[in-house]
């Protein structure tokens, strides 16, 4: 099972893969297709920095006791994603530096009792704030992939891995996936709705792909 320091050492590491495959991107690079139907790689950046701005929502409910929910509406967050992927690339890098760096300030600011605070999420969810970390690295390790500047789901730890399959199986719901075999990486990749290889169910046959998830 994860722990809250393990999961902030997620977040660290995926912001980090983030930045990394983000740095070198020129204003025609930001506007290649990311590996998610239909978004732009400036979508995906926009999209994790409003992400970061709304845990970051979440962590300030924990710290003050004032409920701050992530998001106005789901119509708001899709509107801060669109304006966002509108900016220059070198204003949207930096968009996403900030808001990273604020959150990160901002995790590390809860007392161990602020992290015991409820808190709601965007799909309803009320949770102790500690559970915001694991939200977080699921964002940026996932997307780093979706960037599709050259990482891969083989790339991640394989903890966060093995967290992640079981997340994912869970929020699925019982029966809506059926046994498969494969590399775990790719059964990861699978799961998650993204590109894989060499995924089989248990008779043997190609799996059949899965709608994108988060």
């Known amino acids: 099972m994860r722990d809250l320091r393990t ?3 997620w977040v660290a590491q995926g912001t980090a893969r983030c930045r990394k495959a983000i740095a070198g991107l020129d204003e025609a690079a930001y506007d290649a297709p990311s590996r998610l139907p239909g978004w732009t790689r400036r979508h995906v950046v926009a999209h994790l920095a409003g992400n970061a701005e709304a845990i970051g929502n979440l962590v300030h409910w924990a710290r003050t006791g004032r409920p701050t929910p992530m998001y106005s509406s789901p119509e708001q967050r899709r509107a801060t994603i669109e304006s966002g992927a509108a900016l ?25 009792e602020q992290w015991q605070a409820a808190v709601v999420t965007a799909q309803g969810r009320t949770v102790p704030a500690s559970e915001t970390p694991w939200m977080r690295s699921r964002e940026v390790m996932v997307h780093a992939v979706d960037l599709g500047t050259g990482v891969r789901f083989a790339d991640l730890p394989e903890r966060f891995l093995a967290e992640l399959r079981a997340d994912i199986l869970t929020k699925r719901g019982t029966g809506a996936v059926g046994p498969v075999r494969g590399d775990p990486a790719e059964v990861t990749a699978y799961l998650a709705g993204r590109p894989y ?3 089989t169910t248990d008779g043997g046959s190609a799996a059949e792909p899965l709608p994108p998830w988060l």
Request: net charge negative; charged share 15%; proline share 3%.
């Open 7 to 9: 999961a902030l050492g």
């Open 88 to 112: 220059p690339g070198d204003r949207l890098t930096a968009w996403f530096d900030e808001s990273a760096l604020a959150l990160a300030d901002a995790m590390a600011g809860l007392t161990a």
């Open 197 to 199: 290889t060499g995924v």
